[in-house]
């Protein structure tokens, strides 16, 4: 498979050699790209004596010559991948500004695109620089998230580059794609629930509904038609999938039901509250000396619902987030609610679950065998979930 991995110009750029040559251990033909800045880390011939192949610079380069080089490798190359990406490549690529053979052949490749970027951490958390992240994820590109710790600048917070191992197994992910589930379609309910105290407050919990977003686009990427109910959440949603926008859990199961009876697969990844208040103040609640009971009453259980209305035949799954071993409720889990499959993960470790990149399955199956996806990028665990029930 043909990869373009464009460098820009952050002093992690030398460790772009070290992933070029992972890449090709995998099997990849590599060809690098780099933006003039990267020029002032590593240079040219670095690349071409890694690759074997002509690294490209500016954008009216022409190795063949009459041939347009920004167009040929857009059309020829599996997978872009950006490593190091700063602030200034990604700003330009999620704004369509095309100045250099980099941005010129991001704009015109059509592909699956991977991004992991660097730079100082105050420069990654700027609102302009996240709001880019999220235009380009919203076109289907995937984040490998820097990770944090000391910066070259000196200071420390969230802007390293990525390991390498896990920028190449991002790419392994993304380039083993198959069109498994062609022509079905996917019901996914996803994100947290908010269940009013009064118009102003709100009971909820931690999900960012990250892991609902990834299944969804690793969903479409396999060739399926996906409807996604989603309660409110910051993260970016695939823009070619069905998104309905919901509140509280009621809203959820209504909006579910009036797709469930047409899923082939349905995914309940949401986390929905288990309760709600009983009497909702209309108006906001003000604070006095005495106290405040608050009374609830049980939310309907959305995926069992969801589940009696599917369509006979229908490949149904939960998610069940637990803390520590949680094996034993996720079986009671899957029975109860009369499940194909459940995904266990562990939301007591911090390097997983609730708000985290990363994730960690344990996939148990009706017949009693169980498998794990071992530590991956929520997307890479999605794609490897998927590929996993599409053998069943």
Same mark, same amino acid.
Request: proline share 5%.
């Given at each position: 498979?043909?990869?373009?991995?464009?460098? &820009?110009?952050?002093?992690?750029?030398?460790?772009?050699?070290?992933?070029?040559?992972?890449?090709? !251990? &995998?099997? *990849?033909?590599?060809?690098?790209?780099?933006?003039? $800045?990267?020029?002032?880390?590593?240079?040219?011939?670095?690349?071409?004596?890694? %690759?074997?192949?002509?690294?490209?610079?500016?954008? *009216?380069?022409?190795?063949?010559?009459? !041939?347009? $080089?920004?167009?040929?490798?857009?059309?020829?190359?599996? #997978?872009?991948?950006?490593?190091?990406? %700063?602030?200034?490549?990604?700003?330009?690529?999620?704004?369509?500004?095309?100045?250099?053979?980099?941005? %010129?052949?991001? #704009?015109?490749?059509?592909?699956?695109?991977?991004?992991?970027?660097?730079?100082?951490?105050?420069?990654?958390?700027?609102?302009?620089?996240?709001?880019?992240?999220?235009?380009?994820?919203?076109?289907?590109?995937? *984040?490998?998230?820097?990770?944090?710790?000391?910066?070259?600048?000196?200071?420390?917070?969230?802007?390293?580059?990525?390991?390498?191992?896990?920028?190449?197994?991002?790419?392994?992910?993304?380039?083993?794609?198959?069109?498994?589930?062609?022509?079905?379609?996917?019901?996914?309910?996803?994100?947290?629930?908010?269940?009013?105290?009064?118009?102003?407050?709100?009971?909820?919990?931690?999900?960012?509904?990250?892991?609902?977003?990834?299944?969804?686009?690793?969903?479409?990427?396999?060739?399926?038609?996906?409807?996604?109910?989603?309660?409110?959440?910051?993260?970016?949603?695939?823009?070619?999938?069905?998104?309905?926008?919901?509140?509280?859990?009621?809203?959820?199961?209504?909006?579910?039901?009036?797709?469930?009876?047409?899923?082939?697969?349905?995914?309940?990844?949401?986390?929905?509250?288990?309760? !709600?208040? &009983?009497?909702?103040?209309?108006?906001?609640?003000?604070?006095? $000396?005495?106290?405040?009971?608050?009374?609830?009453?049980?939310?309907?259980?959305?995926?069992?619902?969801?589940?009696?209305?599917?369509?006979?035949?229908?490949?149904?799954?939960? *998610?069940?987030?637990?803390?520590?071993?949680? #094996?034993?409720?996720?079986?009671?889990?899957?029975? !109860?609610?009369?499940?194909?499959?459940?995904?266990?993960?562990?939301?007591?470790? =911090?390097?997983?679950?609730?708000? =985290?990149?990363?994730?960690?399955? %344990?996939?148990? #199956?009706? &017949?009693?065998?169980?498998?794990?996806?071992?530590?991956?990028?929520?997307?890479?665990?999605?794609?490897?979930?998927?590929?996993?029930?599409?053998?069943?």
């Amino acid at each position: 498979m043909n990869v373009v991995l464009g460098v &820009s110009g952050s002093i992690a750029a030398y460790r772009a050699a070290d992933l070029a040559r992972e890449l090709m !251990r &995998s099997g *990849f033909t590599v060809t690098v790209c780099l933006t003039d $800045a990267a020029q002032k880390f590593v240079t040219p011939a670095l690349f071409e004596g890694l %690759t074997g192949q002509p690294c490209l610079i500016d954008a *009216f380069e022409e190795p063949e010559r009459g !041939r347009m $080089a920004h167009i040929d490798l857009a059309r020829k190359a599996d #997978l872009l991948i950006v490593a190091p990406a %700063t602030a200034n490549t990604l700003n330009r690529i999620a704004h369509g500004i095309g100045d250099d053979m980099l941005t %010129t052949l991001a #704009l015109a490749y059509e592909g699956r695109k991977l991004f992991a970027p660097a730079m100082n951490p105050s420069m990654y958390a700027n609102p302009l620089t996240q709001e880019s992240i999220r235009r380009l994820e919203e076109t289907g590109a995937v *984040f490998v998230q820097p990770i944090e710790g000391d910066v070259a600048c000196g200071e420390n917070g969230q802007g390293k580059l990525a390991s390498v191992e896990q920028i190449a197994a991002a790419a392994r992910a993304l380039a083993g794609i198959g069109r498994q589930w062609a022509g079905k379609r996917f019901l996914i309910t996803s994100g947290p629930t908010q269940e009013p105290i009064d118009n102003v407050r709100f009971l909820t919990n931690r999900s960012s509904g990250k892991m609902g977003a990834a299944l969804a686009q690793a969903a479409l990427w396999m060739g399926a038609d996906v409807t996604l109910i989603s309660g409110p959440s910051n993260s970016s949603l695939p823009r070619n999938a069905k998104v309905v926008r919901v509140r509280t859990a009621q809203e959820m199961l209504q909006a579910a039901l009036a797709e469930a009876g047409g899923a082939d697969v349905i995914i309940g990844a949401a986390a929905v509250a288990d309760y !709600r208040p &009983s009497n909702p103040f209309h108006g906001k609640l003000r604070r006095t $000396a005495e106290m405040m009971a608050l009374e609830l009453v049980p939310n309907p259980d959305v995926l069992a619902e969801i589940v009696a209305h599917s369509k006979p035949g229908a490949l149904k799954v939960g *998610f069940a987030a637990e803390p520590n071993d949680g #094996l034993d409720y996720a079986r009671q889990k899957l029975a !109860r609610k009369g499940l194909d499959a459940i995904a266990l993960n562990d939301i007591s470790r =911090a390097d997983i679950g609730f708000d =985290a990149s990363q994730n960690e399955i %344990t996939l148990l #199956l009706k &017949s009693g065998s169980t498998r794990t996806s071992g530590m991956l990028g929520k997307l890479e665990c999605a794609l490897w979930l998927l590929a996993e029930l599409s053998n069943l």
